[in-house]
């Protein structure tokens, strides 16, 4: 994701001619060696029409070798680095463990002084404890607003247009809240499983990779107060407010699954415990009821969900409005849906109204209704701009010092605050997964956490 953000954004000019970059990590290679890793990832992972790219990029791409726990590689990193007066930003995608001695040494290499800036890669920590414990070794040497804390949901653009979508219109904002929405589901189902990173995702598993970060960046985007301004301060202080109003989770409120084998398009996939070759309590799947306790969210569910091995690979954030008060229609004939808003963040980029409509006819025995969806395929609206990756926008953020698209650190631990709610009461509990088939969307309890109060959720 990095260094093909980096070429795409060279390709386009819009890196300054002065940036250089220097990877760093604990394999012993030089420039040389460095370059030709690069090239190769590049050639890999490159969309075709971005290769022509790739040997503009690799001069400015240089290497010094680091083990993290050592204070005196930071100083050949210092050299290699030069003065930092003319700018420098650090990304930080490292094990948690490593965020403590990497602050200590690049602080005793003066790696942070002036104006340094500084990325972090999650994961920021395993629970709020953790996360704290992070945040402050990087605040003993960052102050907040040099501090970039990535969630890479956020530089996706149909994530974005969220925020033009409910403050760019009129239309939707007084329909916003708890006496005009009856539901809101928001989905995050991949068709991936372990993809080789078993021993990250054995420590994580879907609460605390997924719904930690990237769902409750949707519900906080979806569910705040229209902010001040399109600027940092403003939208993070929202953002906040939302996260601080979610209620604690009772375990009836949550569903994990973990998948075992079955089908993905056709092609038969293997179980997680053969992925890992062993038994495991890792859940892959989680289902939540949750609540936003303020004035304008009383009383309305958020569904959550996200998984690995689900049926499709798809993002969306759906709200569905109430019923209308009184139906003058036959009821024969006009069972009238409640009308849903549904926003398609990956891999579709649509936004769809679906409204009541008449059928066409003569309606000898009544006049006939039918849903039918109002749908802006962005993609098509949009045909000229190009279409970037999530780390094309952060990075050029993080290089540019704008934090509008990076999460505070109020933000984080109040995240982590209700992430540990829920897991205290699956141990309290001793809750363990559900299985479910690969290619299914989760275990049948899920479907039933949304049916116990009369709602289906949007497959
Ligand atoms: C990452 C998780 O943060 O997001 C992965 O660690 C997950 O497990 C990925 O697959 C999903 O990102 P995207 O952009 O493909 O939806």
New binding site residues.
Partial sequence: MLLPSLCALNMDGLLSPDLRIIGTARSELDDDGYRAFAREALEKHLPEERKPGIDALLPRLSYQALDANDTSHFTLLAEKVGPVGAGLAIFLSTAPSLFEPTIAGLTAARLVDGKVRIGLE?PLGSDLATSREINDAVAKAFSEDRIFRID??LG?ETVQNLLALRFANLMFEPLWNAAHIDNIQIT?A?T?GL?N?AG??EG?GALR??VQ??LLQLVALTAMEPPLSYEATAIRDEKVKVLRALRRIECDDVVTGQYRKGAIAGEGVPGYDEELGKDSDVETFVAIRAHVDNWRWQGVPFYLRTG?RLAE?R?EIVVTFRQVPHSIFPKANARLQQNQLIIGI?PEENIQLSLMAKVPGLDRNGVRLRAVALDIETPEAFSGPTRRI?YERLLLDLLEGDQTLFVRRDEVEAQWGWIDAIRSCWADNHMKPKTYAAGTWGPSSAVALAERAGVTWHD
């Fill in positions: 999650k890479h949901y996706k995050i991949e991936v993809e990173r990250y995702y994580s990779d997924m970060n990237h690995k690979r993002t990956q999530a």
